[in-house]
């Protein structure tokens, strides 16, 4: 089946850790993003990338970073400098970058603090 | 700034009452979608309303987008506990970057 793949479901954070969320797509979509969801909260986009080696920071990009080397993987990194890091995190694909396609969103990864 | 605000935040009905939930837009959308996230899960596309004064039905679902393109509604008759879950609106600005920017959500319950 095509879709968006992210891991892992749940994820735990020390004090002063980087991590690594996983998102992968099989649907050979342009366009991937990220987004943070905060309890009873819309979704907030942190970073999206349009093409391959090329990505933009969103409204809340401090804090985190991301890389696009491939066209069907889009990881973000969670590093310390993010001091809030609990939330809910969705992974987003869409077909190309002009199109005002939907956006296909993975199951999501949920990141506590120990 | 730009923004999509959506409301009412939450609304609790009983099984079998209507609901509506409203998106305002601070200019002028591209288009509007319209999303549904059942609790624990992701958003999944329901919908999405290009033209100005478009009407769409989906079974019980009925929605909107103002004749400006900066409002939109989501209207469901005779609710069932299948429609619980938080519905989103979001929208392209028109002209702006191709980023999709989404309202706060309606949180639907129902008592069954």
């Known amino acids: 089946d095509g879709g968006i793949t992210q891991s892992p479901k749940y994820l735990f954070r020390k004090e002063g850790q980087n991590v690594t969320l996983s998102c992968e797509q099989n649907?050979?979509?342009?366009?991937m993003y990220w987004y943070r969801q905060d309890p009873g909260q819309g979704l907030r986009l942190i970073y999206y990338?349009?093409?391959?080696?090329?990505?933009q920071k969103g409204d809340i990009a401090e804090g985190y970073s991301v890389s696009r080397e491939k066209k069907e993987s889009f990881p973000l990194t969670v590093t310390s400098a993010q001091k809030n890091p609990t939330a809910f995190y969705l992974c987003?694909?869409?077909?190309?970058?002009?199109?005002?396609?939907?956006?296909?969103f993975g199951d999501g990864t949920r990141l506590s603090i120990l | 700034g730009q923004q999509v605000m959506q409301i009412p935040q939450y609304q609790h009905v009983q099984e079998g009452e209507d609901f509506t939930t409203y998106c305002n837009s601070s200019?002028?959308?591209?288009?509007i979608q319209w999303y549904k996230q059942r609790p624990g899960g992701h958003p999944v596309f329901l919908i999405q309303?290009?033209?100005?004064?478009e009407v769409k039905k989906q079974k019980r679902l009925t929605f909107q987008f103002g004749e400006a393109k900066k409002n939109s509604s989501l209207h469901i008759t005779a609710t069932q506990t299948t429609d619980v879950g938080t519905y989103f609106c979001?929208?392209?600005?028109?002209?702006?970057?191709?980023?999709?920017?989404f309202g706060q959500g309606t949180r639907l319950t129902i008592n069954p």
């Open positions: 987003a694909s869409k077909a190309n970058r002009e199109g005002l396609q939907p956006q296909h």
């Open positions: 649907l050979n979509h342009d366009a």
């Open positions: 990338s349009q093409i391959v080696n090329d990505f």
């Open positions: 200019t002028t959308l591209s288009n």
């Open positions: 309303l290009v033209k100005s004064g």
């Open positions: 979001a929208g392209y600005w028109l002209g702006g970057a191709q980023k999709l920017v």
